[in-house]
Structures are given as C-alpha cells and as structure tokens.
C-alpha cells in the first residue's frame, strides 16, 4: 500500500463535508485573507507556498527550494515529482475549481503532506515566538522557519534521500490517514452503511482492494487516542497530525469538540499552537 495514494484520494473525495471549504480557507490564509480562487491568483498562490516551503528549508522569507524538492516521495516517486507548491497549486484547482491534479492521487497526497507540515511548522513557530514574548506575524507574513533535516522529510518538505528516510516519511503519513479516520469517527454515529460509502468514494478515486481493506480495518476500530499518540515522534508530526484530524471532523457536536480537545491534550500541543491551526483551518 502506497499511504500517499490513499491520502491523496481521501483529500480529493472529502474526509468530511466541509473539507473543500476548509482547504480553501487554508490557501486563504497562506495568502493573507479570503479563500483564493482555482484561476487568476494561482500566481500569488504559488509565490506564497514557494516562500513558506523555502522559509521551512532555512532560505527565509524569501529564500527558493531546493530544485527537486517534493521528487521521490512514496515508493517509485509515487509522490508525482515536482515542488509541493506546484502539487498544491494544482489540489487547490480539484478543490476549488473542480479540475482534477494531473499529478493524480499520490502527488495529491504528497502536497496535501507538505500542507500540513508547513502549517504545522508555521504554528509551532509562531506559538514558540509569542512564548518567548515576540509579536505574532502579521497577516500574510511568514516568520522564519528552522527545521532540520529529520523534521523536514516528515513535513513533506524534503525528499528522503535514503531508505530509512523514505520509511520515517512512509509512517507518518500512515499515522496521518490513521488519524483522519479515527477523528471521522469521533461522533459515533459511523456504522457499516457510512463506512461503505466512503470506501465507494475512494474506490471511485482509484484507490486498490488494498487500501479499501486498509480503511475498512480502521472505520472498525474503536477510538484509541492513547495507542495513536504513542506513534507520534514529536511536535512536528503532532501538529501535522492535528491539523489533518480537523480536515477530517465537521467539529459541530460536543463529541467531536471533547475528542479534538482530548487529542490535542494527548499531544501536548500548546493553545497557541491549537488557535492558530483552528484559526487557519476556518475552525471555531
């Protein structure tokens, strides 16, 4: 099983109903305010994106990746090449203009993982400057961003260059789509008839016998918390986790709110770092 395929199509389908709104609240944001559309600002959302990813790999502001970073990721390059900016340009178009990536299920996977490290990094950063007695960023402003080369491949942000990389990376977007289901199911209201119809949905997104029987498996899980924060290896990844997990949940019963609290507990993240993913995420 390739986890980028099976991210990617869960990102296209829609972990939940409100999920398009929130990815394009996302680029929203990234942008300085108000939700992009899928053609004439693709542009100023490519510069953005190129800024945030090249302030992650330690260029600032305004500092460019590395040429090839995004190639390589999943198995065979299944991640579909290119810059996660270019992957994500072209996941804002399925989400917000209705086309479909070229780059397929994998590249969408592969930018949705960079989304969410980036966001991740960004939150952590900010909380660690407001903290530490520092301003938060103004809107459309991007506060440097350091990560080292570990934290980097697990935000989706730098190719693994080697085959322990390349597992770290493969785990922790297992861990991600693990995640995402167990907050679906948050409000306990999943039953067989609602797990077949998104496995309809993803298997009308091209996803294999495999990984049907993969989300299968889990949509029959019971919520375990502890067992899923276990696998998280730090803050980095907790936060990208976290951010996922509200991709995920429509957050509009008491269940859902106390599991999403619950999990960012279990996590440790700080409140600043919750605010501002939920802020974001277009999230109360």
């Given at each position: 099983?390739n986890?980028?395929d099976?991210l990617?199509?869960?990102m296209?389908t829609g972990a939940?109903?409100t ?6 609240n ?6 300085g305010g ?5 053609g004439?600002q693709?542009?100023?959302m ?8 090249g302030?992650m790999?330690?260029g ?11 190639q ?8 579909g090449g290119?810059?996660p ?24 996977g ?6 969410f490290g ?15 007695g ?15 080369d570990q ?7 730098r190719?693994?260059?080697t085959?322990?990389?390349e597992?770290?990376l ?13 907050a ?8 067989e008839e ?18 049907q029987r ?20 730090n ?6 986790i976290?951010t996922?997990s ?5 957050l ?8 999403m609290a ?8 700080n ?14």
């Amino acid at each position: 099983m390739n986890p980028f395929d099976l991210l990617g199509a869960l990102m296209q389908t829609g972990a939940s109903p409100t999920s398009g709104n929130r990815m394009g609240n996302i680029l929203g944001q990234m942008m300085g305010g108000g939700a992009p559309s899928a053609g004439p600002q693709g542009a100023g959302m490519l510069d953005m994106l190129t800024k945030m990813a090249g302030s992650m790999l330690g260029g600032g502001q305004g500092g460019t990746p590395s040429p090839g970073l995004g190639q390589g990721m999943g198995p065979g390059s299944g991640g579909g090449g290119g810059l996660p900016v270019d992957i994500l340009k072209q996941l804002a178009g399925a989400v917000l203009g209705g086309s479909k990536p070229a780059v397929g299920n994998a590249g969408a996977g592969a930018g949705s993982m960079a989304l969410f490290g980036m966001l991740a990094a960004q939150a952590l950063e900010m909380a660690k400057g407001m903290l530490g007695g520092g301003q938060q960023a103004q809107a459309g402003s991007l506060p440097k961003i350091q990560l080292d080369d570990q934290a980097a491949v697990l935000a989706g942000v730098r190719p693994p260059q080697t085959p322990a990389e390349e597992q770290q990376l493969m785990d922790v977007a297992t861990l991600t789509i693990k995640a995402m289901i167990s907050a679906a199911k948050a409000d306990g209201r999943v039953d067989e008839e609602e797990t077949q119809r998104l496995i309809g949905k993803l298997g009308e997104g091209g996803i294999s016998e495999e990984e049907q029987r993969f989300v299968a498996k889990e949509m029959q899980r019971p919520l375990d918390l502890d067992s899923l924060v276990r696998a998280v290896p730090n803050q980095q990844v907790a936060a990208q986790i976290y951010t996922a997990s509200l991709m995920a949940i429509n957050l509009d019963t008491d269940a859902e709110k106390r599991y999403m609290a619950d999990l960012a507990d279990k996590l440790g993240l700080n409140p600043q770092v919750v605010s501002f993913l939920h802020t974001t995420v277009g999230v109360a």
